[in-house]
């Protein structure tokens, strides 16, 4: 009997050794598969850290959206411009400077976003396809008179001026009538020169932004002005142009070294930056983010860029008003970086709200 119990026992054990073994090679299986069938862009990790996560539904002083743009590609501009306002007063937005291209484009934004003076200010395009600068400045004219306020956003991601054939860059002697007559009408203009960093490195697996340069990749351009060349005609524009105010969005696409972008800063008082489409890249570099914002306070400005949606812009007010750590917002913010707030001071962050907004549009 004690033999039987004895041999039962043992049996026992080894049928547990055996599940036991079987369960671990299971598991080893099943990491192994899915390092080798989960791809990167499935990769959608949740923060599990028990921190201070303080969502903003409303930014903290009444806002001035300085990069918006109207719907491009036609759709229903009445429903746009309503969904628009919509957010606006459920996030505390005061303004918003819309880009609404040029020619027919602009005419119908006009005619439907220029309705509502008070919230959304109209800024027109530059059209480069007659001759340049005589039938650029003749749109640009006529779009004043139906209600522009400012000229944006005119890109070079270093190919030349979009639309210019032969192509130009903004130091063109070309463009000299064209930036003093925007000076002279009093409007400041958005400019989009280069591209973020990351769109220009080698696309492999140290690339930092990989999914997003691989989308806006230029390192497969090599006939274009690298980020540097291209920086460099936009300092010849300021330099020649002193009157005219220059707004360089999304840090003059400097956010891989903002102190490049404050050197410029310095250099040219003719020159502000907004922050927009940028906000989750700098969250991965919080602190000295917040350092470069307070130093250059007087000279940023708020931007969205990001169409019109509520999780867009309370995104970006988690990023400039708190110090939360380590979140991350998959439906608005693809960067793969885990954010973190900059946590702005309420002076700067009023500045960049607001106050400096106000004084480029009194010009
Ligand atoms: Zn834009």
């Not at 192509?167 to 003093?180: G, N, T, Y």
Request: charged share 25%.
């Amino acid at each position: 009997m004690k033999k039987l119990l004895m041999k039962g026992l043992l049996l026992l054990s080894l049928c547990s050794v055996i599940i036991l073994v079987s369960q671990a090679q299971q598991r080893q299986i099943g990491e192994a598969g899915l390092q080798d069938t989960l791809l990167l862009k499935d990769y959608r990790p949740q923060s599990i850290f028990k921190t201070p996560q303080t969502p903003v539904l409303k930014a903290k002083y009444p806002a001035i959206d300085m990069h918006m743009h109207a719907p491009r590609g036609g759709g229903d501009l009445n429903k746009a411009a309503a969904e628009l306002l919509k957010s606006m007063d459920e996030c505390g937005i005061g303004k918003t400077i819309l880009f609404c291209g040029t020619g027919k484009a602009f005419d119908n934004a006009a005619a439907v976003f220029g309705k509502y003076p008070d919230r959304i200010e109209v800024w027109c395009g530059l059209d480069f396809s007659g001759s340049v600068p005589t039938s650029t400045i003749a749109e640009l004219e006529r779009c004043v008179k139906l209600g522009a306020r400012g000229v944006g956003e005119v890109t070079d991601k270093g190919a030349g001026l979009r639309g210019a054939t032969p192509p130009m860059h903004f130091d063109d002697a070309r463009m000299d009538p064209v930036l003093e007559k925007i000076a002279e009408l009093n409007l400041p203009i958005n400019v989009h020169v280069g591209d973020p960093r990351w769109m220009y490195e080698p696309m492999d697996s140290t690339n930092d932004l990989l999914f997003e340069a691989l989308y806006f990749r230029l390192d497969n351009k090599p006939d274009i002005l690298n980020l540097e060349q291209v920086v460099a005609t936009l300092e010849g524009a300021l330099k020649k142009h002193p009157r005219t105010t220059f707004v360089a969005c999304h840090f003059l696409n400097q956010t891989f070294d903002l102190n490049r972008l404050g050197a410029m800063l310095d250099k040219y008082p003719n020159l502000y930056s907004d922050v927009s489409q940028r906000e989750s890249y700098v969250a991965a570099i919080p602190r000295f983010a917040k350092q470069f914002m307070e130093k250059y306070s007087n000279r940023l400005v708020y931007g969205t860029d990001q169409g019109y949606s509520l999780p867009m812009y309370r995104n970006t007010f988690h990023i400039w008003e708190t110090l939360d750590e380590h979140f991350y917002a998959w439906d608005v913010a693809n960067t793969r970086f885990a954010l973190s707030g900059v946590g702005l001071s309420d002076a700067t962050l009023k500045k960049l709200y607001r106050d400096n907004a106000l004084r480029i549009l009194k010009k």
